[in-house]
């Protein structure tokens, strides 16, 4: 949903679990409340709507984006890609 006003982009995604993630076997990917915030130039994640700020991930500045990538194409085998986009940052990568 976008708010123009306070010049933010928010809305549900789903993460794809890393590696090392402890319950990965129950599941692999969790669902996260993502913002991008256009006035403080960050994307940031939550696990509820209504999550305090203490409660976020550590905010990526845009500067810290690499870039985007679109797996999507489905494999030889016909089966499309775990996830719908890859946000690349210096860090690490966020599949989302």
Same mark, same amino acid.
């Given at each position: 949903?976008?708010?123009?006003?306070?010049?933010?982009?928010?809305?549900?995604?789903?993460?794809?679990?890393?590696?090392? *993630?402890? @319950?990965?076997?129950?599941?692999?990917?969790?669902?996260?409340?993502?913002?991008?915030?256009?006035?403080?130039?960050?994307?940031?994640?939550?696990?509820?709507?209504? @999550? *305090?700020?203490?409660?976020?991930?550590? @905010?990526?500045?845009?500067?810290?984006?690499?870039?985007?990538?679109?797996?999507?194409?489905?494999?030889?085998?016909?089966? *499309? @890609? *775990?996830?719908?986009?890859?946000?690349?940052?210096?860090?690490?990568?966020?599949?989302?």
């Amino acid at each position: 949903m976008w708010h123009s006003r306070e010049r933010t982009l928010k809305g549900w995604l789903r993460k794809v679990k890393r590696d090392g *993630a402890w @319950a990965k076997w129950l599941s692999s990917t969790t669902s996260r409340y993502y913002t991008l915030d256009f006035s403080s130039q960050t994307l940031f994640y939550t696990r509820s709507e209504e @999550a *305090a700020q203490l409660e976020r991930s550590p @905010a990526i500045p845009f500067r810290d984006i690499i870039g985007v990538e679109f797996p999507g194409v489905p494999s030889q085998s016909g089966q *499309a @890609a *775990a996830c719908g986009f890859i946000v690349k940052t210096r860090q690490r990568d966020y599949e989302l």
